[in-house]
């Protein structure tokens, strides 16, 4: 059974740094897309990040320059580093493994607020 397991949430001050991980159970991870999302409450989700199979990188307008997404292939594992943290990015943040036929696998979802 696929698996994506996020972690590394919690709660951070304003200006803050937070590191979320997600560990997925997939064969042929190296080919997904990797995506992180999130949602506010009473928010629409929002895409927040993603990085394809070749390391390409795309970020929402929010957070571009202080968000960073990453991948590692030999563990499974994608990363999104936050930096500058706002309370605007108070959210869960999703992770999302998508394959090229479109197939998609979701993680359960991990708390970040950000507050002083």
């Known amino acids: 059974q696929v698996q994506l397991v996020e972690s590394g949430g919690g709660l951070v001050q304003p200006g803050g740094s937070l590191r979320l991980s997600c560990a997925a159970s997939?064969?042929?991870?190296?080919?997904?897309?990797m995506l992180w999302y999130r949602r506010a409450p009473g928010k629409r989700r929002e895409l927040v990040a993603a990085?394809?199979?070749?390391?390409?990188?795309d970020y929402g307008d929010s957070v571009k320059g202080r968000f960073t997404i990453s991948r590692d292939n030999r563990k499974n594992t994608a990363y999104l580093q936050m930096d500058s943290l706002k309370p605007e990015d108070t959210a869960v943040y999703y992770c999302?493994?998508?394959?090229?036929?479109?197939?998609?696998?979701w993680g359960q979802g991990t708390q970040v607020t950000v507050s002083s």
């Open positions: 999302n493994a998508l394959y090229p036929t479109g197939n998609e696998y």
């Open positions: 997939l064969s042929m991870f190296s080919i997904y897309t």
């Open positions: 990085i394809t199979s070749g390391g390409t990188t």
